[in-house]
């Protein structure tokens, strides 16, 4: 080999293990981090543990201790990632609110701060805007974000669809731009499934398939499907038959009316507040009633360890199951729209709706109250 063909190769050998060294350096490219810069090392959070938490499914996806001011957040993903709307937070020292969620400036509302952000691949930055001290256990911390990623800045933006029927022509080109101008935006996905019961169904479907096909094998663009192209012809009426999953991992199909007793369905999760605040009534509620009425709890939880987890420390003696996406998911969204949680429908022995009712209300108003006395 001639001298010149030599150092040639050699060259391209050097060239190879540079790129390699330098993706070695930088992390893959497909990692999220996120750099957090407390402005010094002075403030209370120096030394403390920081938690990098999936807001949708409540699990700490990285840890991160403060030092001389800093932190930071590293995730490795897959080819199958999806980006997650994400939280930090902080311990508080109050057992009875363990966690305090930092807050981030809002770049588009200068009023507003917010809680979440989307994780998604490539670094974020932030750095510290200020620190609120009330009394020891009660602290607010703010972030700027250096750049805000694609994700993040539509959720920042808080975009909403119009329904109304007035003006409908302009109304339905607004919402074609949005998606058309955000395709990829799991939070503007999110959007329309919340929104969905405002617009008509052939609109809503419109909408859905200008989504970017990757988010097509997403389960809220399932489920958003399923469920608009679910046709009920059954009213209220509560179905006979429904495909669910058991605590042992079960798919069942249950008779979920006992035509000898009146029939409460409630509708929970193991990340909602006020369904956990619910139950100690629903206990109530069975143990008084117990005899003559049939409770059912069905989790929209998306997460099924944490659904198993919420049930062990609810220690609830009724039958519990789990709602999975796909058809049965629909037909019940389509009822009783399932967007906002908790919800409880009291049924007779045939199926009929005697009562329903969204959200948790305590005192007077609480549901063991009302559903005792939907029975006399």
């Known amino acids: 080999m001639e001298n010149s063909q030599i150092v040639r190769a050699l060259s391209g050998m050097v060239g190879a293990l540079l790129v390699i060294f330098t993706a070695l350096a930088c992390g893959n490219s497909r990692d999220i981090v996120v750099h957090g810069d407390l402005r010094g090392a002075s403030t209370f959070l120096e030394g403390k543990t920081l938690y990098l938490g999936n807001a949708e499914t409540r699990n700490f996806e990285d840890t991160a201790v ?3 001011g800093k932190f930071e957040f590293k995730i490795k993903t897959g080819g199958d990632f999806v980006p997650f709307k994400a939280a930090i937070v902080f ?10 969620v930092v807050g ?12 979440n952000f989307y994780a998604e691949p490539g670094i974020m930055q932030l750095t510290l805007d200020t620190i609120r001290i009330f009394t ?10 250096d750049k805000v990623n694609r994700q993040t800045s539509v959720l920042f933006r808080h975009y909403t669809f119009k329904g109304s029927s007035k003006n409908a022509a302009d109304n339905h080109a ?5 998606v058309q101008k955000h395709p990829y935006s799991l939070e503007l996905l999110r959007t329309l499934n919340f929104n969905k019961s405002a617009l008509a169904t052939d609109e809503a479907k419109h909408l859905l398939a200008l989504f970017d096909p990757e988010l097509h094998s997403n389960p809220g663009y399932i489920a958003l499907k399923a469920y608009l192209d679910y046709d009920n012809k059954t ?3 509560f179905p006979k ?18 035509s000898s007793k009146h029939n409460l369905i409630v509708f929970w999760a193991s990340w909602c507040g006020p369904c956990r605040m619910e139950i100690p009534q629903i206990k109530k509620l069975y143990e008084n009633e117990g005899q003559k009425l049939n409770v059912v709890s069905i989790s929209v939880d998306k997460d099924q360890n944490a659904w198993k987890k919420a049930m062990q420390k609810e220690q609830m003696p009724w039958k519990q199951f789990l709602l999975p996406l796909g058809d049965t998911y629909a037909i019940l969204d389509k009822k009783y729209n399932l967007q906002t949680i908790p919800i409880w429908v009291l049924l007779d022995g045939s199926g009929k709706v005697v009562d329903q009712h969204v959200g948790y209300e305590p005192g007077e108003n609480a549901m063991d109250l009302k559903v005792a006395a939907l029975l006399k």
């Open 66 to 68: 403060v030092k001389g």
């Open 91 to 100: 311990e508080t020292g109050n057992p009875e609110f363990p966690h305090q």
């Open 104 to 115: 981030y400036k809002n770049p588009y509302s200068k009023k507003m701060d917010e809680p």
């Open 136 to 145: 020891p256990k009660n602290k607010v911390v703010t972030f700027n974000i």
């Open 174 to 178: 607004y919402n074609r731009s949005l």
């Open 235 to 237: 009213g209220s009426d």
């Open 241 to 258: 038959e429904l495909a669910l999953k058991t605590a042992d991992d079960k798919s069942v199909k249950e008779v979920l009316v006992d």
